[in-house]
């Protein structure tokens, strides 16, 4: 697990954070806790899945998409294809984050949300 966080780590992670040792040792733990077995599970449901965008139109919940600016995993054009494709969501990227934003920027994190849902936005409004 190890070797995949840190083979792939100036991908995982925005510019700013690739000399964050304890970043990289919490990531690295967490995959730890997440085992082989789980990491190989996450990856056939990903290659696996059926392709549901065109029900993206169906969702009426409100919606935030938020991603890392930096994000490599999940391309930015897939976030922003969900966004547009998802009446009224709203697409929020989160400077000096990478695919791990509530880590790397949770300040950031926490303030988007909070201005999500205080203007009404969100899922309680």
């Given at each position: 697990?190890?070797?995949?966080?840190?083979?792939?780590?100036?991908?995982?992670?925005?510019?700013?954070?690739?000399?964050?040792?304890?970043?990289?040792?919490?990531?690295?733990?967490?995959?730890?806790?997440?085992?082989?077995?789980?990491?190989?599970?996450?990856?056939?449901?990903?290659?696996?899945?059926?392709?549901?965008?065109?029900?993206?139109?169906?969702?009426?919940?409100?919606?935030?998409?938020?991603?890392?600016?930096?994000?490599?995993?999940?391309?930015?054009?897939?976030?922003?294809?969900?966004?547009?494709?998802?009446p009224?969501?709203?697409?929020?990227?989160?400077?000096?984050?990478?695919?791990?934003?509530?880590?790397?920027?949770?300040?950031?994190?926490?303030?988007?949300m909070?201005?999500?849902?205080?203007?009404?936005s969100?899922?309680?409004?």
């Amino acid at each position: 697990m190890d070797g995949f966080i840190l083979d792939n780590w100036p991908r995982l992670v925005a510019p700013t954070n690739v000399h964050d040792g304890s970043l990289r040792d919490t990531i690295v733990a967490m995959a730890r806790d997440c085992g082989p077995d789980r990491l190989a599970e996450h990856a056939e449901v990903a290659i696996s899945r059926a392709d549901s965008r065109r029900r993206l139109a169906e969702i009426r919940q409100p919606t935030l998409v938020l991603a890392g600016a930096h994000e490599e995993v999940c391309p930015l054009d897939a976030q922003q294809e969900l966004a547009a494709g998802i009446p009224g969501a709203e697409l929020h990227l989160i400077a000096e984050a990478g695919h791990f934003a509530p880590l790397e920027n949770p300040d950031a994190v926490a303030l988007v949300m909070k201005r999500w849902l205080e203007a009404g936005s969100g899922p309680f409004s």
